[in-house]
């Protein structure tokens, strides 16, 4: 079996002594697996086009900002090996506002 998350996974996938609570731990792992990956990618992105900084935008990032704030994303995101360096000194910027878009439009 493998290990995932923490947790030691049964014969077909599934850890046996686990129960389900969709509001307790399982929904926080999947949120600090989702911010994870979310990092890693925007950091594959931004290396891979030689970003010279990042700014995320949308609801889902807005409601993510405990997340994308924390300590899990910036090391997802400036993981990248050799690199290390040059992806710390990206920055990464939220845009909070609720529609951005609309900002001089008129």
Do not use: W
Request: charged share 15%; glycine share 16%; hydrophobic share 40%.
């Amino acid at each position: 079996s493998q290990p995932f998350l923490g947790r030691t996974a049964g014969p077909r996938g599934f850890d046996a002594g686990a129960t389900f609570n969709p509001f307790g731990e399982g929904l926080s792992r999947l949120l600090h697996l989702c911010d994870d990956l979310l990092g890693s990618v925007a950091g594959d992105y931004a290396l891979a086009h030689g970003a010279t900084g990042l700014v995320l935008s949308g609801s889902l990032a807005n409601r993510m900002r405990p997340l994308l704030t924390g300590p899990g994303f910036a090391a997802s995101f400036t993981a990248k090996g050799r690199y290390e360096q040059m992806m710390s000194a990206i920055p990464v910027k939220l845009i909070t506002l609720p529609e951005p878009g609309l900002i001089g439009a008129a």
